[in-house]
Each structure stands twice: as C-alpha cells, then as structure tokens.
C-alpha cells in the first residue's frame, strides 16, 4: 500500500516568514515527486515536481527531495497572503509501468498579515 | 490558449439517476486521468486512459462506474444509479507523456475546474 503523508495543519506563518511544508512516502521506489496548490474551490495547480536528492528552486518556492529519508518538503519563502491554499504532496513509483501519482490529503497553509 | 476543460462545472442529480461528466484534455496531450476528491479529503485516483484504451482502472468502483476516451471527442465519466455518497468534485487531469528525465520518470499533470457533483 502506497502512502503519502502530510500535515493537514493548519500551518499558519506571517506575511514574509518562510512556510515549511513536509511530506513522507512510504514506497522506496518513488522517483518522481510534485508539489500543487489547491485554493479552496479550485483545482489542483502545479508547482514544482523534483526527482533528484537535493534542492530545487523556482522563484520564491524550493523543493527539497531526501530519499533515504523517503520526505520530499517545500519551502516558500517571503509567505504572502495569496500563498494561503492547500498544498497537496504527489509521488509517482515508475515501476511496473505505472505512472499513477498517490496523493497526499494536503496541508493547510494560512499566511496572515 | 485552452487549458483542460470540464462540463458541466456544477451537476446537481437525484438518487438513481445517471451522471455524464466531460473531460477535454489540453491540446497535444493523450493521456486522462480522473480523480474524486471528497470534502477534507485528498484526491483519489480513479482511472487512467489514452485514446481508446483504458490503461488503469484500479480505483474505478466495480459497479456503477465506467470511463472512456474515444478516438474523437471528450473523455466521459460515467456514473450509473448515482447514490448521496457519490456527491463530490471530480477532477480530470491530462498530460502530454510518459517520460524518462535522467534515469527518473516524471508525469506533470494539469488539472481542469472540476466538476462538482450533488446526489439529492
């Protein structure tokens, strides 16, 4: 059974702090992950997406992939109020075929002023 | 510039009748995905298809439920003998590819509105 953790929150920070948000997978052979926003009501929104150990940048967002560790985190720095959403973690296993991503039930992120 | 495209947005059914939902995917792009997304919940996947196939269906219910993908038009999900339990947002989401990038694989999908489904 594929697991995708993540804290439901909410994770409240204010407007300029960084946000950390963290995600666990329980399958080792995962080698593709993602990152969306969900603002309430809408659909899901792609971020970022990361499949090498290290940091990934892009702009005010930067992944962070650890997979001995099996967490894959996104730091969102200088929070704005807009940034307040759901973020939903998605992670792929590529093998056997299928490129089906497990979801996780996403984060609430809230950035007050 | 048109993105994945859903219809209806909202679709409001009685208990036992059929739900048709619509799922256009971005152009260029052969590969559907559908997923349910309960209220508080994450989303759950339901089925995967390319263009008149069914690729994976393992989160599809057994009964009641089925998806298709024609050569030409939307893909649909359909819903038979719609139950209060079947009321949430049904999300289509395509990509263009599979791929290999560096030895690892990726899949970016982009999502449409949604649709929102409520069983009276």
């Known amino acids: 059974q594929k697991e995708v953790e993540q804290n439901s929150g909410p994770l409240s920070v204010p407007e300029g702090a960084i946000a950390s948000l963290n995600c666990t997978y329980s399958d080792r052979g995962s080698q593709s992950f993602f990152w969306y926003r969900q603002y309430s009501g809408k659909s899901p929104e792609l971020i970022m997406f990361i499949y090498s150990n290290g940091d990934k940048e892009d702009g005010r967002f930067t992944a962070q992939l650890n997979k001995a560790s099996q967490y894959v985190s996104l730091l969102i720095r200088d929070s704005q109020p807009s940034d307040s959403a759901t973020y939903l973690c998605a992670v792929i296993q590529a093998s056997g075929g299928s490129y089906i991503p497990t979801f996780g039930r996403g984060t609430s992120l809230i950035v007050h002023p | 510039n048109a993105g994945v495209m859903q219809n209806p947005r909202h679709l409001v059914r009685r208990r036992g009748q059929e739900a048709r939902l619509r799922c256009s995917p971005m152009?260029?792009?052969?590969?559907v995905y559908w997923y349910r997304q309960l209220p508080e919940e994450g989303l759950k996947f339901m089925v995967y298809l390319q263009k008149e196939n069914i690729i994976d269906e393992s989160g599809m219910p057994k009964e009641r439920f089925s998806a298709e993908f024609p050569k030409e038009g939307p893909s649909i999900l359909r819903i038979q003998q719609v139950v209060r339990g079947d009321s949430a947002a049904y999300f289509c989401?395509?990509?263009?590819?599979?791929?290999?990038?560096?030895?690892?694989?990726?899949?970016?999908?982009?999502f449409g509105p949604g649709t929102r489904l409520t069983v009276l």
């Open positions: 989401a395509s990509s263009p590819r599979l791929g290999a990038l560096g030895g690892s694989s990726y899949n970016e999908q982009f």
């Open positions: 152009k260029g792009h052969s590969h």
